[in-house]
């Protein structure tokens, strides 16, 4: 089955020790996103990637950086976790950004991050 | 202005109940409007699309678009236990196609 898979589903790291989360998909869309969830609160857009097109959203931190080495995966690198950061983090794709039924976004199961 | 907003909830239905959830959205320019199921601590499934006016029905969901009062609404019929979720509604921006969420509605089906 076509899919959007994450890695790992729990990540443990240590105050300010990097970390990388690692998404994947199979259904060929052109479109990556990786969002922000902390508890109760609606996922929180990080940035995206439109093929090799990167675009920040104006609040991410520094900290938080973004790589697409090929259409399938995408990778969400932490460079300094700190306290704030622990989240569950969704990785989501679409086939374009907009446009009739095609701007439907379909969320991998995420990855929940604690900082110790 | 929130650019989606949802009733805030929680709501508790008895099993066999239909279960209304309500969302109302301030960009005119929004083209496509989405429903999504959250089980706590799991993520957004999608639910149901909708892009034109009227009803969309699916099994047991159905939505309910209303561009001219920036409404979008979603049924939930013979609600069971395992419908217990957080619902999040979410349009994309006419601006920029990024997608805006309501805060989401909780939703508990008692048996």
């Known amino acids: 089955d076509a899919m959007v898979i994450q890695n790992p589903r729990y990540q443990v790291t240590q105050f300010g020790k990097p970390v990388t989360l690692s998404c994947s998909q199979t259904?060929?869309?052109?479109?990556m996103y990786w969002y922000q969830q902390k508890s109760s609160q609606a996922p929180k857009l990080l940035f995206h990637y439109y093929d090799k097109d990167f675009n920040n959203e104006a609040d991410t931190p520094d900290n938080f950086q973004s790589r697409r080495p090929n259409t399938s995966f995408c990778f969400l690198d932490i460079r300094s976790p700190g306290l704030g950061d622990a989240a569950m983090y969704l990785c989501a794709t679409s086939r374009a950004l907009a446009g009739t039924e095609t701007d439907t976004q379909y969320f991998g199961p995420g990855t929940r991050l604690t900082v110790l | 202005q929130k650019e989606v907003e949802q009733n805030s909830g929680p709501l508790s239905v008895p099993e066999g109940a239909i279960a209304s959830l309500n969302c109302t959205y301030s960009?005119?320019?929004?083209?496509?409007f989405f429903w999504y199921r959250q089980y706590s601590g799991k993520s957004p499934e999608l639910i149901m699309s909708?892009?034109?006016?009227g009803d969309k029905e699916d099994g047991r969901f159905t939505a309910q678009l209303n561009k001219a009062s920036q409404y979008v609404s979603l049924l939930i019929r013979d609600s069971q236990p395992s419908d217990s979720a957080t619902y999040l509604c979410?349009?994309?921006?006419?601006?920029?196609?990024?997608?805006?969420f309501g805060a989401g509605t909780t939703v508990t089906v008692r048996a």
């Open positions: 259904l060929n869309h052109n479109v």
């Open positions: 909708i892009y034109s006016n």
């Open positions: 960009d005119r320019g929004s083209q496509s």
């Open positions: 979410a349009a994309p921006r006419s601006n920029d196609y990024k997608l805006s």
